[in-house]
């Protein structure tokens, strides 16, 4: 019984000095990308798509590699952005004439806003089944680019441009993973 009360004043004790069983806290990696994803689809266009590409739709995910604070997180410096985009439900052979990042919530249009780099000129074809994968690695973005994004990302969407649908044939809005 002595024993058992021993223990027991042993523990008040290291519980009075402020001892803790909780495991020690993990630092959070704050200097690794920054990813997005965007579920796309033809009817989050402004308007909606009802032609051919009616029932386009797809996945993009956003990927930001930029310089930043190991403490806080905040970005310090620019670097690169890459896109990879899978899209489906669109006609056989389709192309894909411009990709990119706009600035504006859901139900709005705005201008281009970071470009992937991919033109009219240079269109990329979408296979038999209407499907394929968009891939753009490495481009440049500014810090204040990156900045703007990371703090608003559904302020901002992802847009895929098509032959028949020039203006835009699938859309989605940012969300930060």
Same mark, same amino acid.
């Given at each position: 019984?002595?024993?058992?009360?021993?223990?027991?004043?042993?523990?008040?004790?290291?519980?009075?000095?402020?001892?803790?069983?909780?495991?020690?806290?993990?630092?959070?990696?704050?200097?690794?990308?920054?990813?997005?994803?965007?579920?796309?689809?033809?009817?989050?266009?402004?308007?909606?798509?009802?032609?051919?590409?009616?029932?386009?739709?797809?996945?993009?995910?956003?990927?930001?590699?930029?310089?930043?604070?190991?403490?806080?997180?905040?970005?310090?410096?620019?670097? *690169?952005?890459?896109?990879?985009? /899978?899209?489906?439900?669109? &006609? =056989? @052979?389709?192309?894909?004439? !411009?990709?990119?990042?706009? #600035?504006?919530?859901?139900?709005?249009?705005?201008?281009?806003?970071?470009?992937?780099?991919?033109?009219?000129?240079?269109?990329?074809?979408?296979?038999?089944?209407?499907?394929?994968?968009?891939?753009?690695?490495?481009?440049?973005? *500014?810090?204040?680019?990156?900045? /703007?994004?990371?703090?608003? &990302? =559904? @302020?901002?969407?992802?847009? !895929?441009?098509?032959?028949? #649908?020039?203006?835009?044939?699938?859309?989605?809005?940012?969300?930060?993973?």
């Amino acid at each position: 019984m002595k024993r058992l009360a021993a223990v027991a004043a042993a523990l008040m004790m290291a519980a009075a000095c402020g001892s803790s069983n909780s495991p020690p806290t993990t630092p959070t990696n704050n200097t690794g990308p920054i990813t997005f994803t965007a579920q796309l689809s033809a009817q989050n266009e402004v308007p909606a798509i009802g032609n051919a590409d009616a029932n386009a739709r797809g996945t993009a995910t956003i990927t930001l590699k930029v310089t930043r604070d190991a403490a806080s997180g905040n970005i310090t410096g620019g670097g *690169t952005i890459s896109f990879l985009a /899978q899209l489906s439900g669109f &006609p =056989a @052979n389709t192309g894909i004439r !411009a990709a990119h990042i706009h #600035n504006a919530p859901a139900g709005q249009n705005a201008g281009v806003f970071k470009d992937t780099g991919l033109t009219a000129a240079s269109p990329i074809g979408l296979d038999a089944n209407g499907a394929g994968t968009l891939t753009f690695d490495n481009v440049p973005i *500014t810090q204040d680019e990156a900045t /703007q994004i990371n703090a608003n &990302p =559904a @302020n901002f969407y992802f847009n !895929a441009h098509s032959v028949l #649908n020039p203006n835009g044939a699938v859309r989605g809005q940012l969300t930060k993973q």
